[in-house]
């Protein structure tokens, strides 16, 4: 396997947060509290001593780590996977790194600092998606990483032209997201219209990879 990099900058990145999160909690007055769960328009609904908070969002980091390094340990001898590692490294990087974004957002809360998570949250999640269709077209097949649709599993082609084409749409839906992070359209998106728009990316996708396989089928 190639050489990785995705397990230490990821551990990396959360011994960081864990290091920001108790001098936070160090500093943070009596009585203070944490948000820990948030509504749909990222409202925080339900609240954490500071201590308590600070282990539920490392004990995510840590659940984060631990499954994509299992998950690469049980791939470790795929040929797909291997030639893809850089791209699931990569992507690896992104969330945790958006998720030690919002456990330092929501620790400063116990200062009195207040951070408009939802913008971070499109901003960060609109980032992973850019580093993922800039990738994307690297992905060689294999068995979990990619766009696998029953068509692009049964034909390499056809998971080669899906990949390639739906590239420019995760990087597009990459800007969208960011752009409204930053204000663009005047306030970050509500959690429904979110989910509505990665629902029309996977639309696309399996509709693409559909009408690849056809043509496939039909001109050989």
């Known amino acids: 396997m190639q ?3 995705g ?3 990821t551990l ?3 011994a960081a947060t864990l290091a920001i999160g108790l001098v936070l909690l160090w500093r943070a007055p009596d009585g203070a509290l944490v948000p820990v769960h948030f509504s749909g328009q990222w409202v925080p609904d339900r609240f954490a001593t500071p201590a308590h908070a600070l282990t539920v969002w490392i004990g995510l980091l840590a659940a984060l780590w631990l499954f994509f390094r299992a998950l690469a340990y049980g791939l470790r001898n795929h040929r797909g996977f291997q030639a893809s590692v850089r791209v699931y490294d990569q992507a690896w990087i992104t969330l945790t790194a958006l998720l030690c974004a919002l456990t330092v957002g929501c620790m400063e809360a116990a200062l009195g600092i207040k951070i408009a998570l939802g913008s ?3 901003v960060m999640l609109g980032v992973f998606f850019i580093v993922v269709g800039n990738g994307l077209g690297k992905i ?3 068995s979990v990483l990619g766009l696998r649709t029953p068509w692009t599993k049964a034909s390499v082609r056809v998971w080669e032209r899906t990949h390639r084409a739906c590239a420019p749409f995760f990087i597009l839906t990459g800007v969208f997201l960011t ?3 930053f204000g663009v359209l005047g306030a970050p998106l509500n959690r ?5 728009c990665l629902l029309g990316l996977v639309a696309l996708c399996y509709g ?3 009408i690849y396989w056809r043509q496939e089928q039909k001109y050989g």
Do not use: F
């Not at 429904?192 to 509505?196: P, Q």
């Open 179 to 181: 752009a409204t992070g």
């Open 12 to 14: 990396a990145l959360s």
């Open 3 to 5: 050489h990785r990099y």
């Open 120 to 122: 971070l949250s499109s």
């Open 7 to 9: 397990p230490r900058i």
């Open 192 to 196: 429904t219209i979110m989910n509505l």
């Open 140 to 142: 060689r097949p294999n």
């Open 208 to 210: 693409l990879s559909w």
